[in-house]
């Protein structure tokens, strides 16, 4: 079956502008996550969604960090006046909930911040 | 506050050779433990969960409570082997993955 997906692949934006990125999740998988991955560090969580709630978003940099989650489906990961520190590449997740806790990721979109 | 180390950003071997990939991780409780594999131009891919016990293209973890580590194991590297490992944690009361930093395996020939 599909995957989970991520749209773009690449986003390049000029520093001050704001930027969505898109994640589609396995069909019927309840929960959801985001993920970044600076150049030459790990990965680190960014919120989390369980339906269309986020009862974890406290890996968010700053409050110019939002998502949203509609439908039990599409989130959308919003950078308002983007700065060159976010530059990363975004991993979505997602998870089929309960007991099975296996995380399925997306192939990420590139942000670089100019 | 929970953590994950892979003390080894780099890795080398020779095709045929015996790998293990370290990972130690804190977390004061029973955490679920999980590899994750990044080939070249493909996304991150789940490997391996402690829980399930399975071998999965030849590799094994086995979590060790007493030495909190959740090492990987191959008896055979083949040179497809050769990616990122990264090595996870999530804690009995939330959901994030906790990842390491990751190692770089490279298979030589």
């Known amino acids: 079956g599909a995957g989970v997906s991520q749209s773009p692949s690449n986003k390049v934006t000029e520093k001050g502008k704001d930027v969505e990125l898109r994640c589609d999740p396995i069909?019927?998988?309840?929960?959801l996550y985001w993920y970044r991955q600076r150049l030459g560090q790990g990965l680190e969580f960014l919120i989390y969604?369980?339906?269309?709630?986020?009862?974890?978003k406290s890996g968010l940099p700053s409050d110019r960090f939002s998502a949203e989650r509609t439908g039990e489906s599409v989130s959308t990961l919003t950078i308002q006046r983007t700065q060159q520190e976010d530059s990363a590449v975004y991993l979505c997740?997602?998870?089929?909930?309960?007991?099975?806790?296996?995380?399925?990721f997306g192939p990420g979109t590139r942000l670089t911040v100019t | 506050a929970q953590r994950v180390t892979q003390p080894e950003k780099l890795l080398s071997v020779f095709k045929g050779a015996p790998v293990e990939l370290k990972c130690n991780y804190s977390?004061?409780?029973?955490?679920?433990l999980f590899w994750y594999v990044q080939y070249s131009r493909q996304r991150l891919q789940l490997l391996l969960r402690?829980?399930s016990r399975e071998s999965i293209k030849g590799f094994t973890a086995d979590l060790n409570k007493g030495e909190t580590s959740f090492h990987l194991k191959k008896p055979f590297a083949q040179e497809e082997d050769s990616a990122m490992y990264y090595c996870?944690?999530?804690?009995?009361?939330?959901?994030?993955?906790?990842f390491g930093e990751g190692t770089q395996l490279t298979v030589n020939p």
């Open positions: 977390y004061s409780g029973s955490p679920e």
């Open positions: 069909s019927g998988h309840t929960a």
């Open positions: 996870a944690l999530i804690g009995t009361s939330g959901s994030r993955l906790t």
């Open positions: 969604f369980q339906g269309n709630s986020a009862p974890d």
């Open positions: 997740a997602s998870s089929p909930g309960g007991s099975q806790r296996e995380q399925y």
């Open positions: 402690h829980i």
